[in-house]
């Protein structure tokens, strides 16, 4: 089906020189179907700015065709969504529950993304910060992602989330996350929120803090969750065929750590395999590299999980 133009937005005039930051930032505020026309080689643009979601919006889509690269620098995050936050309009007095806006972010790279020093909503998500609505994630390259390194909540370098619409899992399907660094979940970090993931693949990521949550005295918190970091109530996940390894959590799950406070949160793993995550200080019995607090131990199906 194609595409109206008034939905519609294309970053580029058919050269790398045209696929410019601000021509990113703009159309995401714009909305839409976002999609690049910057030549026919791969091409790398480099944020000067984080790209935020007006939550007017009812659909954004990034496409970056499997050829773009978007380059936070070492130096800021570089996508934001949050329905709370009234300077990106604020829509419904629940802006902790509503349907929009509906962001999906799809064949593309996403590296270097940077959020230290902000700590609104507890920080995290380096690359992308997500609140509201609903968010897909599909073919997505994460690497190089940081956020704080210390502190007991702050989660995710690659991807914080909260407050999906209706506790609607995330789906992160075909996507790689490596070399990232975070005080908790050195891949994805979530409050809240359950994920759907799927043939997608953790390595080299690494949590950074110490003294856990709530942090012991004299220490600075986190460390837990080298690939996942997951709190909440009644949240879920569902790893399917998916690779974790060589993930690192100096306290909890080298791979998933994984709380649901009032005992109600549920996990299952199926054709996956979680391999060489060191938990250097504490992990589930049972089930190297994961730490796991829930309604019952996780659903464990045609799986290796392995030191």
Not at 80 to 96: E, F, G, K, L, M
Request: glycine fraction near 16%; charged fraction near 20%.
């Amino acid at each position: 089906m194609a595409t109206s133009p008034a939905t519609a937005a294309v970053v580029g005039t058919g050269t790398p020189a045209s696929c410019t930051s601000a021509r990113v930032v703009a159309a995401v505020a714009k909305g839409g179907v976002i999609t690049f026309d910057c030549g026919s080689k791969p091409v790398v643009i480099r944020m000067t700015r984080t790209a935020k979601v007006v939550n007017t919006s009812p659909r954004v889509v990034i496409d970056g065709g499997g050829t773009v690269t978007l380059d936070g620098q070492g130096r800021r995050r570089i996508l934001y969504q949050n329905t709370c936050d009234q300077r990106q309009v604020w829509t419904t007095s629940h802006c902790q529950d509503q349907a929009t806006p509906r962001l999906e972010i799809r064949d593309i790279a996403m590296v270097r993304g940077n959020s230290t020093g902000d700590l609104a909503d507890n920080g995290g998500g380096g690359a992308v910060f997500a609140r509201g609505g609903t968010l897909t994630i599909r073919n997505v390259r994460f690497a190089g992602n940081r956020c704080d390194a210390t502190g007991p909540d702050v989660a995710g370098a690659a991807v914080r989330a909260f407050s999906q619409h209706r506790n609607r899992p995330i789906p992160v399907i075909n996507s790689t996350f490596t070399g990232g660094r975070c005080s908790n979940g050195g891949g994805i970090g979530g409050i809240g929120v359950s994920w759907r993931i799927v043939r997608s693949t953790f390595t080299g990521n690494r949590a950074t803090g110490r003294g856990a949550n709530p942090q012991r005295p004299g220490t600075p918190g986190g460390g837990n969750g080298g690939a996942i970091y997951m709190d909440g109530n009644l949240i879920r996940l569902d790893l399917r065929d998916t690779t974790i390894e060589r993930n690192v959590a100096p306290e909890g799950g080298g791979a998933v750590f994984f709380v649901s406070n009032n005992r109600t949160g549920t996990a299952r793993i199926t054709g996956s395999t979680l391999r060489g995550n060191p938990s250097l200080g504490f992990e589930t019995r049972g089930l190297p590299g994961i730490f796991f607090l829930g309604a019952r131990p996780p659903v464990v199906v045609r799986s290796t999980l392995s030191r």
